[in-house]
């Protein structure tokens, strides 16, 4: 059964960083490209962060660019959202979801930008 | 980037009646394989988003064939034949075409 797990939840500050992990099982990893979504409360979905299966490309929504860095460890099943200089509009719940058909999609995570 | 247009952004319908969502792109999203990056997704209250359709109208395993997508290059519709309780939530159509991929905004499917 495919799964993925994300974790690293939390209330951060302003300016602050933070970083998500999604564990996967199920299926081979490191055959995927995998994708980060998020959901702001009350609203719809936006795509923010795609990762090749080997890492060679990387793609970024516009919203995140230079401040967000998605990255992978096919070691450990593993993709990772490091997430820098956090704004309040970046308070949403992070999903992460597999492959260019968002066929398997996690639980999601809630990460707050507060003061 | 691409526009997702989503049309209606509400809809109550009773049980056993049809629906019909439309999504419309600003761009067609044939792709340089040849292949429609369009998905369907349903997110039903308090659960992560789940797909419905692929690749405009393949059928996810184990979504039942009351669902039905159909479209081609920048016009596309998401049917449902006979809306079940289970059918509640917000869907939402995504292109996989162009980067930055997007989605549409939603419809909320109510029962009447």
């Known amino acids: 059964e495919v799964q993925l797990v994300e974790s690293g939840e939390g209330l951060v500050q302003p300016g602050s960083s933070m970083k998500l992990s999604c564990v996967a099982s199920?299926?081979?990893?490191?055959?995927?490209?995998m994708n980060w979504i998020r959901q702001a409360p009350k609203k719809g979905l936006e795509w923010i962060a795609l990762i090749y299966y080997d890492s060679s490309s990387k793609y970024y929504a516009d919203s995140v660019k230079g401040r967000f860095t998605i990255s992978r460890d096919n070691s450990k099943n593993t993709l990772y959202l490091e997430m820098n200089s956090l704004r309040s509009e970046d308070t949403a719940m992070y999903y992460c979801a597999r492959g260019g058909h968002f066929d398997y999609w996690g639980q999601g995570v809630m990460v707050t930008v507060s003061s | 980037d691409v526009v997702m247009t989503q049309t209606p952004v509400s809809l109550s319908v009773a049980i056993g009646q049809p629906a019909s969502i439309s999504c419309k792109s600003s761009?067609?999203?044939?792709?340089?394989?040849?292949?429609?990056?369009l998905n369907w997704l349903l997110q039903r209250p308090g659960q992560s988003p789940k797909r419905l359709i692929y690749?405009?109208?393949k059928l996810d395993s184990g979504i039942p064939d009351r669902f039905s997508g159909s479209g081609s290059e920048t016009d596309f519709t998401l049917k449902i034949s006979r809306v079940e309780a289970d059918d509640l939530g917000v869907y939402y159509c995504l292109q996989g075409t162009h980067f930055p991929y997007t989605f549409g905004a939603g419809t909320k499917l109510e029962l009447k």
């Open positions: 761009q067609s999203l044939v792709g340089t394989s040849g292949k429609t990056y």
């Open positions: 199920g299926f081979t990893f490191s055959n995927y490209g």
């Open positions: 690749l405009v109208s």
